[in-house]
């Protein structure tokens, strides 16, 4: 690391006002800050030193992610293997998941960072640390059989329209990666629903049918039979987004985000209890056979457990007081399970929950905090005798 860091201090002249490539100060200051920590301090007044900086807040989320990949990668290889009637080896799994996920992950880095370099350069400022989340969350949203032109002018609608227009990083009011996945939805919902789509390379008839669609489908046919057991929902042994399948990978992310305080645990712990309260309740007013569905499994279906620990903790677009967090957490579980149940034709419900609540939570913060000072000047208020 030393001899890297003496080179950088030796091209970094060239790329500072006067040297030769001082247009590129944005792009080395980029790489060079996410190697190293920034030797920048405070010249006055009272600061809060910290090793942690946005660059390494974003790593260590993309840190918790990884399990959810590495699963991902393997059920990719394992369910194409599967629909061939085939039993392949680990390491072929993994193979063939590669194969199709890395491809995606790179289109999705690519287009996303040269963006951010593009806007960088034009306002003459720092590249934003964001999308080192973002450009690993986009890929593990989407089907495995996704063109990947679709993950690039995607990309570019989340970082333009859904970060950029507002100011770039902290700036945006809806989560990108949400951004982005309901774009290709409304866009090209062909490539994002259906059986077709979940199961890379498809057999013919061998259903993809994931455990969601499979429960919509019973308010056809009157009663939901899953294909999967409520164990294989939870170690992910299904078809579905690459990243959104296994419960366990995710609560392992869930552990490292909580450990940390990167994520907030009032968040995660509101969304469940909120999709437990709406599925409970629903339970008890049955009327068709989704509403039959037992409560617990919707939190291991669909994206439900990947929206609750990696998109509505997102600190920019979340609420912000701690109240507030509880309340916008509950509302997140509540209406993706009321979308899923009442909306047929959309069974998956936690992305537009989450970017639902996005723009409800500054004015839940707002009704928090008014709600706080009312409380405190009433104790202000003198007591007659």
């Known amino acids: 690391m030393k001899s890297l860091r003496k080179q950088l201090d030796k091209i970094k002249p060239q790329f500072q006002k006067g040297g030769k490539f001082e247009k590129l100060h944005s792009t080395f200051d980029a790489f060079e800050t996410f190697l190293f920590v920034p030797d920048k301090?405070?010249?006055?007044?009272?600061?809060?030193?910290?090793?942690?900086?946005?660059?390494?807040?974003?790593?260590?989320?993309?840190?918790?992610?990884?399990?959810?990949?590495?699963?991902?990668?393997?059920?990719?290889?394992?369910?194409?293997?599967?629909?061939?009637?085939?039993?392949?080896?680990?390491?072929?799994?993994?193979?063939?998941g590669l194969g199709k996920v890395l491809p995606i992950i790179i289109v999705s880095y690519v287009t996303g960072l040269a963006i951010e370099f593009i806007f960088a350069q034009i306002r003459h400022h720092e590249v934003n640390e964001g999308f080192l989340v973002t450009g690993m969350l986009i890929p593990l949203i989407v089907p495995p059989d996704i063109p990947l032109w679709m993950v690039a002018v995607a990309t570019a609608f989340a970082v333009i329209i859904g970060k950029e227009?507002?100011?770039?990083?902290?700036?945006?009011?809806?989560?990108?990666?949400?951004?982005?996945?309901?774009?290709?939805?409304?866009a090209y919902p062909a490539f994002m629903s259906g059986e077709k789509v979940w199961i890379s390379d498809k057999a013919d008839g061998?259903?993809?049918?994931?455990?969601?669609?499979?429960?919509?489908?019973?308010?056809?046919?009157?009663?939901?039979?899953?294909?999967?057991?409520?164990?294989?929902?939870?170690?992910?042994?299904?078809?579905?987004?690459?990243?959104?399948?296994?419960?366990?990978?995710?609560?392992?992310?869930?552990?490292?985000?909580?450990?940390?305080?990167?994520?907030?645990?009032r968040i995660m712990i509101s969304v469940v209890l909120g999709?437990?309260?709406?599925?409970?309740?629903?339970?008890?007013?049955?009327?068709?056979?989704?509403?039959?569905?037992?409560?617990?499994?919707?939190?291991?279906?669909?994206?439900?457990?990947?929206?609750?620990?990696?998109?509505?903790?997102?600190?920019?677009?979340?609420a912000q007081t701690s109240t507030g967090k509880i309340i916008y957490g509950f509302l997140i579980g509540v209406f993706a399970v009321l979308i899923r149940v009442l909306n047929p034709a959309y069974p998956e419900g936690m992305m537009l929950a989450i970017l639902l609540m996005n723009v409800f939570a500054p004015l839940i913060d707002n009704y928090v905090v008014e709600a706080n000072i009312k409380r405190r000047l009433k104790r202000m208020k003198p007591v007659k005798a």
């Not at 309260?277 to 939190?299: D, I, Q, R, S, T």
């Not at 994206?303 to 677009?317: E, K, L, R, Y």
């Open 41 to 96: 301090t405070t010249l006055q007044g009272s600061h809060i030193r910290d090793s942690i900086d946005m660059k390494r807040t974003m790593s260590i989320v993309v840190a918790s992610v990884i399990p959810a990949l590495l699963f991902g990668i393997w059920n990719v290889g394992y369910q194409h293997y599967l629909s061939l009637g085939q039993t392949a080896g680990f390491w072929n799994n993994i193979l063939y």
């Open 275 to 318: 999709g437990i309260f709406m599925g409970g309740l629903l339970n008890l007013v049955a009327v068709n056979a989704f509403m039959e569905v037992p409560f617990y499994y919707h939190l291991v279906i669909g994206g439900f457990a990947f929206g609750a620990i990696f998109m509505a903790t997102d600190p920019v677009t979340a």
């Open 165 to 186: 227009v507002f100011g770039g990083t902290g700036m945006n009011i809806l989560n990108p990666a949400l951004t982005a996945r309901a774009f290709l939805f409304f």
């Open 206 to 265: 061998f259903s993809g049918a994931t455990p969601l669609a499979e429960a919509a489908a019973g308010i056809d046919t009157g009663s939901v039979h899953f294909t999967h057991s409520f164990m294989d929902m939870f170690c992910g042994f299904i078809p579905g987004s690459i990243g959104e399948t296994s419960v366990i990978a995710i609560l392992i992310g869930a552990v490292i985000l909580a450990f940390t305080g990167v994520g907030s645990l």
